[in-house]
């Protein structure tokens, strides 16, 4: 049974379009994030929500929204979609609110390609 | 914020040799730093973790270090088999931050 999982694995959208990605976990944990993976790899947190309310938002642009609807799901809407927004976005989760100092979970990511 | 640097970024060695991978972070505040383990088409894993109050951590084959007034950290991995071929992950947080911060990722090749 997987902890974290996300979908779709894959998604190829063209520039524009709005799209959505899901992510849940079933660890009974109560911090979800989004972190994005550029093509050389680096990792880079977008959101955190805690018991569904939001406590980290990086410098992202607006078109991105997550929405956490209970604390076991939190999904992630991109609008208008940039052939930069190209890349693999993974949920992660994690026990509890421990500044930053707990293992986090990651899913298997979503590849998004814009065309 | 914090700014955390890995190298290199890539590294190959032979089956049974060791491989070490060094970062360095720029807040002396820091306090937690993890290594992650992220293979294949697959999401990072955490493979071992060191806090600010300990200058040495092992498990089995992989062992950390922490060295607080240099503001590094490294990863050793001994008897190396082919199952650690994978990109690694160092990485910090800040006291009273609610984020990791990680490097930039070094690509791991074990030569059979």
């Known amino acids: 049974d997987t902890a974290v999982s996300q979908t779709p694995k894959y998604l190829v959208t063209q520039m524009g379009n709005d799209k959505s990605i899901k992510c849940e976990q079933n660890l009974g944990h109560d911090t979800m994030y989004w972190y994005k993976q550029d093509s050389k790899k680096f990792l880079k947190i977008m959101f955190s929500?805690?018991?569904?309310?939001?406590?980290i938002n990086e410098t992202v642009p607006n078109r991105f929204s997550p929405k956490s609807p209970d604390k076991a799901h939190l999904n992630l809407h991109i609008n208008s979609l940039e052939l930069g927004d190209s890349a693999v976005y993974f949920c992660?989760?994690?026990?509890?609110?421990?500044?930053?100092?707990?293992?986090?979970?990651f899913g298997e990511g979503s590849r998004l390609t814009v065309l | 914020g914090e700014n955390v640097e890995q190298h290199p970024s890539t590294l190959s060695v032979q089956e049974g040799d060791s491989a070490v991978i060094k970062c360095t972070y720029s807040?002396?505040?820091?306090?937690?730093f993890p290594w992650y383990k992220q293979e294949l088409g697959k999401g990072p894993q955490l493979i071992i973790d060191i806090r600010s109050n300990v200058g040495e951590k092992k498990d089995q084959r992989i062992a950390v270090t922490l060295n607080k007034t240099a503001k590094h950290f490294s990863l050793h991995i001994t008897e190396t088999q082919p199952e650690d071929s994978a990109v690694y992950f160092c990485a910090a947080t800040e006291p009273d931050n609610e984020k990791l911060t990680f490097g930039t990722g070094t690509r791991l090749t074990i030569i059979p």
């Open positions: 929500y805690n018991n569904k309310e939001l406590i």
């Open positions: 992660a989760s994690q026990a509890r609110r421990t500044g930053g100092t707990g293992e986090l979970f």
């Open positions: 807040d002396s505040a820091s306090n937690y």
